[in-house]
């Protein structure tokens, strides 16, 4: 990750304007003039990039702030809950986006940047991606941490609902004398007790109510293991994002190495092309020489 040295560069700076005797007011004076010049400077790609980790800092403060609360049970409400991972979602959204913008404007600006200019934008958009990763990794902790609660409480829903389901209590209906209430009227069928045809149907409708709370539990067990799928799965993708941005810094640097390597190499077969060419010409002047050292040698004889 991008470390920055703005610090570091204005203590060498100044030890480098001491060793030239340059007093505090000028310098002072030229570090004003170049933050300005920089600041006038900034290209609509600075502008976004600084958006988009101005937004990443937020986003960072925002899961700092709400993820004590979100974690632990009872603090807020599943509604509260769900409001929050819709505010941290649409964030991590929007930055993804803005980063991508980011990389098709470097696509797009290619030809008429240069080299250098070139990587270190895409070398922003790196970073940046990177900090929105660790931040989006970090939430998604949490989030497998609540799912992991509501799978617990489930759990516990059904091991109650299973002890009821084993040992049913039958209903207890009290006659209307016992509750000190009298008919005015004397029938006696208001004073007996129910049918076995009415705890039968009392029995039915209580197993279905049962049936139907089973199927209801069962569903929303369902639904909560495929969040939590989900959720692991997204944490997986992304630390294999987070893998490949490593693995493209790794590439990119050897690419650089390469680069270096390749205009080292030229530089040195240059050098050859030159020598060989000088050698060329001194075998061909000691020819020369030798034959005419020849033909004296021959005149000469004669």
């Not at 769900?82 to 505010?87: K, L, N, S, T």
């Not at 650089?256 to 040195?268: F, L, Q, S």
Request: glycine share 4%.
């Amino acid at each position: 990750m991008g470390v920055d040295q703005t610090q570091v560069l204005w203590e060498r700076a100044q030890a480098h304007a001491k060793a030239g005797a340059v007093d505090e007011a000028r310098l002072e004076q030229l570090r004003s003039a170049q933050i300005l010049r920089s600041f006038a400077a900034r290209s609509n790609f600075t502008d976004v990039a600084l958006q988009v980790a101005q937004n990443v800092e937020n986003l960072t403060a925002y899961v700092q702030q709400n993820r004590r609360d979100y974690v632990q049970p009872g603090r807020l409400s599943e509604v509260e809950r769900d409001r929050v991972e819709a505010q941290v979602g649409d964030f991590i959204r929007t930055c993804k986006q803005n980063i991508v913008k980011l990389q098709d404007s470097v696509a797009a600006e290619r030809a008429s940047l240069s080299t250098d200019t070139v990587a270190h934008r895409l070398g922003v958009a790196l970073v940046l991606s990177e900090r929105l990763q660790l931040v989006g990794a970090a939430f998604d902790r949490a989030r497998m941490l609540r799912y992991q609660q509501k799978q617990q409480q489930q759990r516990d829903l059904q091991r109650r609902q299973k002890h009821v389901r084993l040992s049913p209590t039958k209903p207890t209906f009290s006659s209307p004398t016992q509750n000190g209430l009298h008919t005015s009227y004397g029938n006696p069928a208001a004073d007996s007790p129910p049918s076995a045809l009415q705890e039968q149907a009392l029995a039915q409708e209580s197993a279905a109510l049962m049936a139907e709370l089973e199927s209801v539990g069962k569903g929303a067990f369902q639904v909560e293991s495929t969040m939590h799928e989900l959720a692991t799965l997204n944490q997986m993708f992304a630390s294999q994002i987070v893998q490949q941005a490593e693995q493209i810094e790794l590439l990119y640097n050897q690419a650089v190495d390469a680069t270096a390597n390749v205009d080292r190499g030229n530089v040195h077969l240059k050098k050859a092309i030159r020598m060989n060419t000088s050698a060329r010409w001194y075998m061909f002047y000691i020819l020369i020489i030798a034959a005419l050292c020849l033909l004296f040698i021959d005149w000469y004889s004669s």
